[in-house]
């Protein structure tokens, strides 16, 4: 069984600091990953994926992730936090044999001014 | 080029009422899903469709049912409502295969069961 772990439903960090979202994935087969974004009263937008080409992958807004095979992580980062990168993000994983997609519970982000 | 659309975007609902949510996408995509977005719950999968006729169970089935007459549509009836089936409601589709792999999502619908 597939799994997605995001550590920290809630991360606070002030405008211009450094921006991390942990994701951890289980998966006994090569998986794709995802981070999706969403704004309040909006549905879900694709930031990044990772589909086993480059292991960093760069996304809309400045966003990027690093894929990890050894720790089965694909973490989000943004160097310099802006006051609308407050949202809530999904970390996913599609694997191909199970025909699903498998959701973090998601993380929170509040950007402090 | 509309995406995935959803209507309605906002429902109420009196116990043990039925009603259909309508999703509907352009891209000919052969993978759809609906989803439910609870707080503290992420997103459920309810069921899903990976093609024309061919539909199937995710996590929280129990209370819906759906079909898939077409690539184009991915109609989710809930049966008899209840108060637990108060949610917000995503429908996302997807082309299979490779670097294609990546949903678009509707906007949601909002239900309220009283």
């Known amino acids: 069984a597939q799994s997605v772990t995001q550590l920290g439903s809630h991360v606070s960090v002030s405008e211009g600091a450094l921006v991390l979202l942990r994701c951890n994935y289980s998966?006994?087969?090569?998986?794709?990953l995802f981070w999706y974004v969403q704004y309040p009263n909006q549905g879900l937008q694709l930031l990044l994926k990772?589909?086993?080409?480059?292991?960093l992958v760069k996304g809309i807004n400045g966003f990027e992730a690093e894929f990890k095979k050894s720790e089965t992580s694909f973490h989000l980062t943004k160097p310099s936090a802006h006051m609308s990168d407050a949202a809530e993000y999904f970390c996913?994983?599609?694997?191909?044999?199970?025909?699903?997609?498998?959701f973090g519970t998601g993380t929170s982000l509040t950007v402090i001014p | 080029n509309a995406g995935v659309t959803q209507t309605p975007k906002f429902q109420v609902l009196k116990t043990g009422q039925s009603m259909t949510l309508q999703c509907a996408q352009d891209?000919?995509?052969?993978?759809m899903s609906w989803y439910r977005q609870d707080p503290g719950m992420g997103l459920r999968l309810i069921h899903y469709?990976?093609?024309?006729?061919?539909?199937d169970q995710g996590e929280v089935p129990n209370g819906y049912n759906v079909s898939r007459s077409t690539t184009e549509d991915f109609p989710l009836r809930l049966l008899s409502a209840a108060p637990s089936q108060t949610s917000v409601y995503f429908c996302?589709?997807?082309?299979?295969?490779?670097?294609?792999?990546?949903?678009?999502f509707g906007s949601g619908t909002r239900l309220t069961v009283v």
């Open positions: 998966s006994s087969v090569p998986p794709y």
């Open positions: 891209m000919n995509h052969e993978y």
């Open positions: 469709s990976v093609g024309a006729g061919i539909t």
């Open positions: 996913a994983v599609w694997v191909e044999t199970g025909n699903q997609f498998y």
């Open positions: 996302a589709s997807m082309s299979l295969g490779g670097l294609n792999y990546g949903y678009t």
């Open positions: 990772y589909t086993s080409a480059a292991t």
